[in-house]
Nanobody, 121 residues
Framework: QVQLVESGGGLVQPGGSLRLSCAAS????????MGWYRQAPGKERELVAA???????NYADSIKGRFTISRDNAKNTVYLQMNSLSPEDTADYSC???????????????WGRGTQVTVSS
């Protein structure tokens, strides 16, 4: 079994910062890419940022220069530092990991349950 658990969401004022964390645990042999997605009410889920095992990153245009994704491979954890937050960033943020549970299994996507980020004054 594999679990992804997010933390760090909450209520923040416009212009503020939050740091999200997502820890993967359980039967993990190797992790490829990890990423953050978000879904606002009435909108489709969108990729926010992703990082592969080598540290290469990919960001959505809407958050470039404000958000930074990083990972600690030893802890199977990915982070999202969010600065200069605006009400448009309000959404449920979910963590994704593409991983293998053993050398005999295929790569699969796993998802966390999400953490709510609300930007409001």
């Amino acid at each position: 079994q594999v679990q992804l658990v997010e933390s760090g969401g909450g209520l923040v004022q416009p212009g503020g910062s939050l740091r999200l964390s997502c820890a993967a645990s359980g039967s993990i042999f190797s992790i490829n890419a990890m990423g953050w997605y978000r879904q606002a009410p009435g909108k489709e889920r969108e990729l926010v940022a992703a990082i592969n095992s080598g540290g290469m990153t990919n960001y959505a245009d809407s958050i470039k220069g404000r958000f930074t994704i990083s990972r600690d491979n030893a802890k199977n954890t990915v982070y999202l530092q969010m600065n200069s937050l605006s009400p448009e960033d309000t959404a449920d943020y979910s963590c994704n990991a593409n991983l293998r549970s053993s050398r005999f299994t295929t790569w699969r996507d796993y998802w966390g349950r999400g953490t709510q980020v609300t930007v409001s004054s």
